[in-house]
């Protein structure tokens, strides 16, 4: 529900979800052990520095989208024009998909 709680309730929800996902262990237990030199030492530490520095980058790069989208959204929100023709065109993009499917379907 948008209205229960407060910010700092789903972003640790946000947090608690991604940090039990399987994918994102799956993620950083296939791509990081690539960046990790032996002989440096301290493996342990490497994998904890590379996992930092990739979620400083996903948090960057989710905010900017999140402010985009947040942005263009009010925008949209301004005019009834607008939001109709968001909702049209993503009407249209649906059949498109829908018409592409069954026209490229499996041929069995």
């Known amino acids: ?41 301290h493996v342990v530490p490497q994998m904890m ?21 947040g942005t263009a959204r009010a925008w949209f929100a301004r005019s009834p024009r607008r939001l109709a023709a968001v909702g049209g065109a993503g009407g249209l993009l649906m059949i498109g998909l829908g018409v592409t499917v069954a026209a490229t379907g499996r041929k069995d």
């Open 1 to 41: 529900d948008v209205g229960s709680g407060g910010g700092g309730r789903a972003l640790w929800q946000g947090f608690v979800v991604g940090i039990t996902n399987p994918k994102t262990t799956v993620f950083f237990a296939a791509v990081l052990p690539q960046f990790v030199v032996r002989e440096n030492g």
């Open 49 to 69: 520095v590379f996992g930092l520095i990739f979620a400083i980058i996903a948090l960057l790069s989710d905010s900017v989208w999140g402010v985009a989208a």
